[in-house]
């Protein structure tokens, strides 16, 4: 492993979910491109933009999302 410590993992985590949710979506974005052969290269862009700009958001939004579900939810 890496050896990140722990107290880092929220910033870990915010970086692999914004890279899978946006590589997921880029993807998604990129599929009329599938039958000109230009796929692979649009989507590498498509989610490196992407991904660059929802690291921030994730990182910084997930604790409003988290204290916001908490209190829309009971034990």
Same mark, same amino acid.
């Given at each position: ?38 796929? $692979?290269?649009? +989507?590498?862009?498509? +989610?490196? $933009?992407? +991904?660059?700009?929802?690291?921030? $958001? $994730? ?17």
């Amino acid at each position: 492993m890496l050896g990140i410590p722990r107290h880092y993992s929220h910033f870990v985590f915010g970086v692999i979910q914004s890279g899978l949710t946006s590589a997921i979506a880029a993807a998604i974005a990129s599929l009329p491109l599938l039958t000109a052969g230009q796929f $692979v290269m649009h +989507w590498l862009q498509s +989610w490196l $933009v992407s +991904w660059l700009l929802m690291i921030p $958001v $994730v990182i910084f939004a997930a604790p409003a999302i988290r204290r916001l579900a908490y209190a829309v939810t009971r034990e």
